[in-house]
């Protein structure tokens, strides 16, 4: 319950029925919200959310059970109530929902939440394929990629075109960029078909998500209560973990440093905690603290709520100041542990043990110990917790309608999906120019060889021509030559005649001739 710079969170035990107040200027050294199933940690997030809500503080918190939605109606009277407010010497109560916005990532009754591929980054979402060390390495090659060639990556459709476009080019990047095996494309393309399964192919694209549009304040200057309708989604925990931390690094990430305000920018309420701590790489683990470290430096309270402290690492544990443990059950010795270890985070309240409280605390009973003005911890003290003046059960459809239909100015922003150009049509375009550029490279050589391939028959058939010239010549010169020696033939034979006829008459003349002497 909202009171000058406090909200006033319950009422400590007799006598003194000390008020425990969270003190706004102190409340964004964040919080945490634990207790088993049934003890009341629902109602103490909604009587701790209207309270920023109506301090002026716009809150996050995601809806897990359904029953978030009464934070904008109304409570209702009742004889118990009526005890409740009165045991609590509550004056002035009065029953009043919150303004709220819904909000959705399947597709279902809400302002659709979509964010980028490129927004969800090559880690997170690595982590929420759940890929190994080799498969990531591939996907930041992916990305790496994409940045370079400015292609999009919008939605799931645009990273299964970009891993296929890689794998058919791996050997071009391969020196540039390291190896991609084919294993280990078809490894991420299998998984992205699971999440496409559980939701991924509405959550990712465009119009994304503006978290401006979540610190936002009604025209009462209430801050608006966005709730994300999470009953479906949380059948989905990789999705809904990986969201929410994404959320949580965006806001680190995108608002300006505040240092020390009279109150919270932003609170954001993480339901079901445990679900972003499960088999957590050192990464991201490292990631989260140093932001839960540094983000309240932005105006941000950070608020886990979970069954125990134990789900939550010692790292980020020790940065939670503000804290209410409803009552745990303790049946083994690892429970046993998780008792002690939740009753040592308390700064001791000599009036009694923690360790036994915890395990005695009734539903809607808690050990709570906020910040003093001078950022120390309290004391911690048994106290109940006060009623919310919302309802305490889910909304009723007719506040429900109400309540979207107070949405349409945002509808129209995030209502349609956006299927702009990127990285699928961008590769299409690019295996076309390539397609078109290996064409006229085949038609060049096309062209080049048919020229070549003209040059050598013309010298061929220039060499033929020279070939037969010669020919020519050599016939020409064999016949001169056999012309020749004909007549070289004729003169020898009529030399040789006429020498031959002188000879055989002066032959006779010496034969007969002596004779007749």
Known sequence: MYQENAIWMGVGAEPDNKHVNLLLN??????????ASGTGKTVTLKVMAEGFSKAGVP???????????????????????????????????TYAGCPVRIWDMLGGAGLPVRITISDMGPSLLSRLLELT???????????????????????????????????EHADEYETTYGKVSAQSVGAILRTLISVEDQGGDVFFGE?????????????????????????????????YAMFLLWMLSELFDTLPEEGDLDKPKFVFFFDEAHLLFNDMPTEFLDKIVQVVKLIRSKGVGVYFITQSPSDI???????????????????????????????????????FKSEDVILELG????????????????????????????????????????????????????GEAVDRESAEEQIEELEEEEEKAAKEEEERKKREEEKAMKEKAKAKAAEKA??????RKIRQREKQQEQMMKGIGKIASRVLGSFGREATRQITRNLFGGRRR
């Open 26 to 35: 102190q409340a964004n050294r964040h919080g945490l919200i634990a207790g």
């Open 59 to 93: 809150v996050f918190m995601a809806d897990v059970k359904g029953d978030i939605t009464g934070m904008a109606q109304a409570g209702k009277d009742s004889e118990d109530m009526q005890e409740r407010i009165k045991r609590f010497g509550i004056e002035g109560f």
């Open 133 to 167: 060390e080799v498969q990531e390495g591939v996907l930041d090659i992916v990305f790496r990629i994409a940045d370079d060639k400015n292609l999009l990556l919008i939605d799931l459709k645009d990273l299964r075109a970009m891993l296929n476009f890689v794998a």
């Open 207 to 239: 119009p994304a998500l503006d978290l401006n549009d979540w610190f936002q304040c009604a025209e009462n200057g209430q801050g608006y209560v966005n709730i994300l309708n999470a009953a479906k989604l949380i059948q989905s925990p990789q999705i």
């Open 313 to 351: 690492p010692d790292e980020v544990l020790a940065q939670l100041s503000n804290r209410i443990q409803h009552g745990l059950r303790a049946y083994t010795p690892a429970e046993q542990k998780a008792v002690r270890a939740a009753a040592q985070s308390f700064r001791e309240n000599p009036a």
């Open 363 to 414: 539903t809607g009973e808690a050990l709570v110990s906020f910040l003093n003005e001078d950022g120390q911890p309290e004391i911690v003290e048994r106290a109940k917790i006060l009623p919310p003046q919302c309802l305490m059960a889910a909304a009723s459809d007719d506040v429900m309608k109400e309540a979207l239909s107070a949405q349409d100015e945002l509808m129209k922003k995030y």
């Open 466 to 471: 020279a070939i037969r010239a010669e020919e």
